[in-house]
């Protein structure tokens, strides 16, 4: 069982990072082959099962970081060629901007960031889940 605001909190942020999938599709979708087991962008009714990207956030209690407990945003390029690291970081860095103008429209109020934890991008923050009761 999960709490209801963890509930909308992960189905507000999946629909903020649909959109920046959306984006990144846009700019960089026709430059590499697509997985031959993967389908076209906007083809199925989720983004992560279509296009060149698949991009998560997955909660992490953040043991051993120094960044924290937060959410780690994996950008899954779903091709066989070689992207170049200069690429995937341009992308990454696309993420990163996006995430950082979208998050305080989605989630007014919360003081969310986004840095590099390592090699991961990570949302930290407040993650509070309010009061109960």
């Not at 997955?58 to 970081?65: N, P, V």
Request: no cysteine.
């Amino acid at each position: 069982m999960q709490h209801h605001s963890l509930i909308k909190f992960e189905a507000l942020l999946k629909k903020t990072l649909d959109e920046i999938d959306h984006i990144l599709e846009e700019r960089y979708g026709e430059r590499y082959d697509l997985h031959p087991a993967r389908r076209s962008h906007g083809s199925t009714s989720n983004r992560s099962h279509d296009g060149l990207f698949d991009i998560r956030g997955e909660f992490t209690l953040g043991l051993g970081s120094k960044k924290g407990r937060g959410y780690i945003v994996d950008i899954d390029l779903k091709t066989l060629e070689k992207v170049p690291s200069n690429i995937i970081e341009e992308i990454e860095e696309a993420a990163i901007a996006e995430l950082r103008k979208r998050l305080p429209k989605v989630f007014p109020g919360r003081r969310l960031d986004v840095k590099r934890d390592g090699n991961m991008i990570k949302i930290i923050g407040d993650l509070s889940l309010g009061s109960i009761g």
